[in-house]
């Protein structure tokens, strides 16, 4: 009878927890987990009733008023049990700590710096909201609160404490210091509102972090049950707030790292009543972010080299988790996580790094965004040579934990390839990369086409912008920018990129801070992208593209890029208006202003890089800064429409008479010469040198010893050398080239078969099916 009321009581127990969780809003649960504080023993044990092995002789133990016999119960089950499996196991703690001191002694002395400074300046008794101090009396910030709050340092002083022979010093201050974030939470001490200790990116990072700590100390005898106990609990506390941040989807990293969290607790707790719904919830999420925000070209949303890097790690943390524990995700999600890898590829710059793209909050100095970490990931993940060329020397320690004791030595033996591509485009990000190959001499322009259109946030005022690189460094740069620095806003719009402007009109308009007082802030409005060509030859590259930033001020705006392989780029702004406007080109980097040619020049030790104006005639040349910004400004004067043209010219050693470059503009062409070379750029039937496209292409000429040689006809029909004479059944892209044995190669460069017919002055003509990407040979028997 005494046991039937024990039963009787702890069932209404359990019930009266489940009726008051949440504040009363359990009506608009799907669980019984309160929201407003932590569970108590008994509904820890109802969360558990599915799995009697624990929760019954728990349960007696409890009532019997044997709490601590019982909280050990509950600890033993869930140290011991084989399944589910996290990423390492709990024997294999101590021995992987040795080999990770021993692979990666730089990463150790830098956990060790890091978590000496979060010890003294915060300690273990932590003010979790504003106002609020640290231990040396400086006032918190928003920033610092965030910092608390995501728990960076967790896995940093749990390793330690095993390198440290189980130190007991630093597991007293860990488990104080989460106590102390219990505790204040229930005395409702943390901060609310904007930057909510719970607002999901900061509560998955944290609770990410804590269950990483937890599954390291179990390896230790010192981790007592109740530290265990209460562990399960914060995950429990931390699985209820995250699911209701999470019922539907939302644009954004944040609803991702949440979605992430929520995963893997609900994946390595399922004995939880909860854990099955919450499981179901962020998977059905996580596949919608991917599928959403993971564009067919494989980048994020986002258009953010930075969070693009911070997605990766997100995908590959579920995808990890589910290989470990049998679970199956659909196709999408490994087809468009393995094409995150190939975006990076694709983009990369000759130094195996991104350029720095939108928001990429790091010191204000670096100019490229290192992609080493996550190639050296995805080599190791698919067994990819290719990627395994962008990594690191070694494989990555901060994803040392994920995978087992063999994968140091499979990066190791996986030999790095160069890649065999050069010019590349990501279509739907809006992302288009002129490259003349790889390797210290390698030339490099990106040309920013897109526009984020569901979540632009993270977006900069530098639509149709480029990016340079070249001897060996970026010499157009982009700028990280920094949300807390107050030069935040003028690094995030035009004044700080490779744009054209309009009478001092910026791309980016109606600026909006976050309420969460961070520093961070977006552009209401922003230019829409139009991209009109993107054709990609052996001998040249062609963009050209709109934006609607000056319709305002009744101007009319293209950019036009050619490359004219390997060696120059010829940036063609055009602007359309009845009225004066002033009309400007920004080139940031380290220029100095030549008066006679009107141009600017970038010099190293391994050559030099020339701006050099098209119609030096009315341009101003002067230096430009704004904010951590600084290069050279091309100013125009026109009363009507006009067109501002620069040559970007990549030199060897010092500019001599035989390398120098020239530019001229003719009344609807452009010639350029470098050396023995000229290339003619024009829009209309001018027949240049006995090449010519029909009239309405855009044709390219290359001239070699005052021999023509190479030609692009882009949206042509038609196309004459000499004798020959090709015509296409319908409008395209095409390139001629003539090879070492003096024959004419053509390939069509446009993505719709055709049929091109060829005729000589002597003999019949010939007609010939041809592919995309297909290249004929054109015999003198043709």
């Known amino acids: 009878m005494k046991s039937q009321m024990r039963l009787f009581w702890l069932a209404m127990c359990c019930l009266a927890a489940g009726l008051t969780a949440g504040n009363g809003v359990y009506g608009r649960q799907v669980d019984r987990v309160p929201r407003n504080r932590m569970v108590s023993d008994i509904e820890l044990l109802s969360e558990l009733t599915d799995h009697p092995a624990v929760s019954a002789p728990a349960s007696v133990l409890l009532s019997n008023g044997d709490t601590a016999a019982a909280r050990k119960l509950i600890a033993e089950y869930f140290a011991l049990r084989k399944q589910p499996k996290f990423f390492f196991a709990r024997s294999e703690v101590i021995r992987r700590v040795r080999e990770y001191t021993s692979l990666f002694p730089n990463e150790v002395k830098e956990a060790n710096r890091r978590s000496d400074v979060f010890v003294k300046t915060y300690g273990s008794n932590v003010d979790w909201r504003m106002p609020g101090r640290d231990l040396r009396g400086v006032e918190h910030t928003p920033n610092t609160v965030r910092y608390l709050a995501r728990q960076w340092e967790a896995v940093n002083l749990a390793v330690r404490f095993f390198r440290e022979n189980q130190n007991p010093e630093i597991l007293r201050f860990l488990m104080a210091h989460v106590r102390d974030f219990a505790s204040d939470f229930e005395a409702g001490n943390v901060e609310r509102g904007d930057n909510d200790v719970f607002e999901r990116f900061y509560g998955g990072h944290r609770i990410r972090n804590w269950i990483m700590m937890h599954h390291l100390l179990l390896a230790s005898p010192l981790y007592s049950a109740d530290d265990q106990v209460l562990m399960l609990k914060l995950v429990l506390l931390?699985?209820?707030?995250?699911?209701?941040?999470?019922?539907?989807?939302?644009?954004?990293?944040?609803?991702?790292?949440?979605?992430?969290?929520?995963?893997?607790?609900?994946?390595?707790?399922?004995?939880?009543?909860?854990?099955?719904?919450?499981?179901?919830?962020?998977?059905?999420?996580?596949?919608?972010?991917?599928?959403?925000?993971?564009?067919?070209?494989?980048?994020?949303?986002?258009?953010?080299?930075?969070?693009?890097?911070?997605?990766?790690?997100?995908?590959?943390?579920?995808?990890?988790?589910?290989?470990?524990?049998?679970?199956?995700?659909?196709?999408?999600?490994?087809?468009?996580?393995?094409?995150?890898?190939?975006?990076?590829?694709?983009?990369?710059?000759?130094?195996?790094?991104?350029?720095?793209?939108?928001?990429?909050?790091?010191?204000?100095?670096?100019?490229?965004?290192?992609?080493?970490?996550?190639?050296?990931?995805?080599?190791?993940?698919?067994?990819?040579?290719?990627?395994?060329?962008?990594?690191?020397?070694?494989?990555?320690?901060?994803?040392?934990?994920?995978?087992?004791?063999?994968?140091?030595?499979?990066?190791?033996?996986?030999?790095?390839?160069?890649?065999?591509?050069?010019?590349?485009?990501?279509?739907?990000?809006?992302?288009?990369?002129?490259?003349?190959?790889?390797?210290?001499?390698?030339?490099?322009?990106?040309?920013?086409?897109?526009?984020?259109?569901?979540?632009?946030?993270?977006?900069?005022?530098?639509?149709?912008?480029?990016?340079?690189?070249?001897?060996?460094?970026?010499?157009?740069?982009?700028?990280?920018?920094?949300?807390?620095?107050?030069?935040?806003?003028?690094?995030?719009?035009?004044?700080?990129?490779?744009?054209?402007?309009?009478?001092?009109?910026?791309?980016?308009?109606?600026?909006?801070?976050?309420?969460?007082?961070?520093?961070?802030?977006?552009?209401?409005?922003?230019?829409?992208?139009?991209?009109?060509?993107?054709?990609?030859?052996?001998?040249?590259?062609?963009?050209?593209?709109?934006?609607?930033?000056?319709?305002?001020a009744g101007v009319g705006y293209t950019r036009t890029i050619v490359f004219l392989k390997p060696s120059a780029w010829l940036v063609i702004d055009s602007f359309r208006s009845t009225e004066a406007h002033r009309y400007q080109q920004l080139w940031q980097g380290d220029f100095e202003i030549v008066a006679a040619p009107k141009s600017a020049v970038h010099k190293s030790n391994k050559g030099y890089v020339e701006l050099i104006l098209a119609a030096g005639a009315g341009v101003e040349i002067a230096e430009h800064q704004a904010a951590h910004a600084s290069g050279v400004r091309f100013l125009q004067k026109a009363d009507r429409s006009t067109e501002m043209t620069t040559l970007i010219h990549v030199g060897k050693g010092p500019a001599t008479t035989s390398e120098r470059a020239s530019v001229v503009q003719g009344e609807s062409s452009y010639t350029v010469t470098i050396g023995a070379t000229t290339w003619v750029i024009e829009r209309a039937n001018r027949k240049p040198s006995g090449m010519t496209g029909d009239r309405g292409a855009i044709t390219v000429t290359r001239h070699t010893a005052e021999s023509p040689d190479a030609m692009l006809v882009?949206?042509?029909?038609?196309?004459q050398a000499g004798d020959l004479d090709v015509t296409m059944s319908k409008q395209c892209s095409s390139q001629l080239v003539k090879d070492k044995q003096g024959r004419w190669v053509l390939t069509l460069l446009s993505s719709e078969a055709n049929t091109l017919t060829v005729k000589r002055k002597i003999g019949p003509s010939r007609t010939h099916d041809i592919a995309p990407g297909q290249s004929l040979v054109l015999t003198s028997q043709e």
């Open 238 to 552: 931390h699985g209820a707030r995250l699911a209701d941040q999470s019922k539907s989807f939302n644009w954004g990293n944040h609803q991702l790292v949440g979605l992430v969290a929520l995963y893997e607790l609900s994946m390595m707790f399922p004995e939880f009543k909860a854990a099955s719904v919450w499981h179901d919830q962020s998977r059905k999420l996580i596949l919608e972010h991917m599928e959403k925000e993971i564009a067919v070209d494989g980048f994020q949303a986002e258009r953010s080299s930075h969070y693009h890097k911070l997605d990766i790690v997100n995908y590959f943390l579920v995808l990890q988790l589910a290989r470990r524990n049998g679970e199956i995700f659909p196709p999408l999600m490994h087809d468009r996580f393995q094409k995150m890898f190939q975006a990076m590829a694709d983009i990369a710059m000759p130094n195996r790094a991104m350029p720095i793209l939108q928001d990429v909050s790091d010191s204000l100095d670096v100019r490229s965004d290192q992609i080493d970490e996550e190639m050296s990931l995805g080599a190791l993940l698919y067994g990819d040579r290719t990627y395994r060329y962008f990594g690191g020397a070694e494989f990555p320690a901060s994803f040392y934990w994920y995978f087992d004791r063999g994968a140091v030595a499979r990066y190791k033996s996986l030999r790095p390839m160069v890649p065999s591509y050069s010019s590349r485009v990501l279509p739907q990000t809006g992302y288009y990369v002129m490259r003349s190959g790889w390797g210290a001499d390698a030339k490099y322009l990106m040309i920013d086409g897109g526009l984020a259109a569901d979540k632009p946030d993270h977006t900069h005022g530098g639509v149709l912008g480029v990016i340079g690189f070249a001897l060996g460094d970026v010499v157009l740069p982009n700028y990280p920018v920094r949300y807390s620095d107050k030069s935040y806003k003028d690094m995030k719009n035009s004044l700080a990129k490779n744009v054209a402007l309009v009478d001092d009109m910026l791309q980016g308009r109606d600026w909006i801070d976050n309420k969460a007082r961070t520093g961070f802030g977006r552009w209401l409005t922003l230019p829409r992208p139009r991209v009109e060509e993107w054709v990609s030859g052996t001998e040249f590259d062609l963009f050209s593209a709109s934006h609607d930033a000056f319709t305002s």
């Open 714 to 719: 882009v949206n042509g029909i038609r196309l």
